[in-house]
């Protein structure tokens, strides 16, 4: 019997012009999606970031503000490498987001403004792998907040202080792709583009150096996740998405 992990991944559409990934922390989406990003942004189609967080607590040797600058920094840095030239932060606060209205309304507002048809986010299911490897709090609470945000967005009635100016309600996202779900169904190639995804990663030097023992190796860690998915989608290597629509409305 096949291995639910390993049925087929369909392609992502890519017939859209404008996104805009909403995550949780700074290097949320480089480790694994900047490489889709940079596919993207070569095509031509236009990407903003918004980080919920600074990524302030992620550091354990530095102080949350002295952090908050490093990874405000290494986020455009990083981002820059695959063609993102729009990088907000929120300024939630790192490691205590909570699901809830001020978290749906902030990101609202970003939908609002930026007017996308495709939103990115990561993964915000229990686990990474369906079973054992639990997600982290502030995955959780930012990927349910997008999708219930993307609703609020196109609702003239919802976070109406909002709608002013200039600033309109926009329900033209069609979907919400979230990247490294255990239940992606959809993916994308990104073998020409891994490269760029590996030195996205390699961007957020000061976070990199304060994992485990220090040793962390950025190409070896982003292969072990687009190989296999690259096997799913018949090519060398591929970045997966959950795919939540919102065009069949």
């Keep these: 019997m096949t291995e639910p992990t390993m049925l087929p991944l369909e392609p992502v559409t890519e017939d859209w012009q404008r996104a805009l990934a909403v995550v949780a922390h700074p290097d949320d989406l480089e480790f694994g999606?900047?490489?889709?990003?940079?596919?993207?942004?070569?095509?031509?189609?236009?990407?903003?970031?918004?980080?919920?967080?600074?990524?302030?607590?992620?550091?354990?040797?530095?102080?949350?503000?002295?952090?908050?600058?490093?990874?405000?920094?290494e986020q455009?840095?990083?981002?820059?490498?695959?063609?993102?030239?729009?990088?907000?932060?929120?300024?939630?606060?790192?490691?205590?987001?909570?699901?809830?209205?001020?978290?749906?309304?902030?990101?609202?507002?970003?939908?609002?403004?930026?007017?996308?048809?495709?939103?990115?986010?990561?993964?915000?299911?229990?686990?990474?792998?369906?079973?054992?490897?639990l997600n982290q709090a502030d995955h959780i609470a930012t990927g349910r907040a997008v999708l219930d945000a993307v609703r609020d967005a196109g609702n003239r009635w919802v976070f109406p202080e909002q709608l002013t100016d200039g600033i309109e309600r926009w329900a033209g996202v069609r979907q919400v792709w979230a990247a490294a779900s255990p239940l992606a169904g959809h993916g994308v190639d990104v073998t020409d583009t891994f490269d760029r995804g590996v030195a996205s990663l390699r961007a957020h030097e000061a976070y990199l150096a304060g994992l485990g023992d220090g040793g962390f190796d950025a190409e070896e860690f982003l292969e072990g996740l687009a190989r296999p998915t690259g096997t799913r989608l018949g090519v060398r290597y591929g970045v997966a998405f959950e795919v939540f629509r919102f065009d069949l409305w």
């Design 33 to 73: 999606a900047a490489a889709a990003i940079a596919r993207w942004t070569g095509q031509g189609k236009r990407i903003a970031y918004c980080l919920v967080t600074s990524g302030e607590a992620g550091i354990d040797g530095i102080p949350p503000e002295r952090a908050r600058q490093i990874r405000e920094q």
């Design 76 to 133: 455009r840095d990083s981002a820059a490498l695959v063609g993102v030239d729009t990088v907000e932060f929120l300024g939630l606060p790192d490691g205590v987001l909570e699901y809830g209205v001020p978290l749906r309304r902030a990101i609202a507002e970003v939908v609002r403004r930026h007017r996308p048809e495709i939103v990115i986010t990561t993964n915000f299911r229990e686990t990474w792998d369906g079973a054992y490897a």
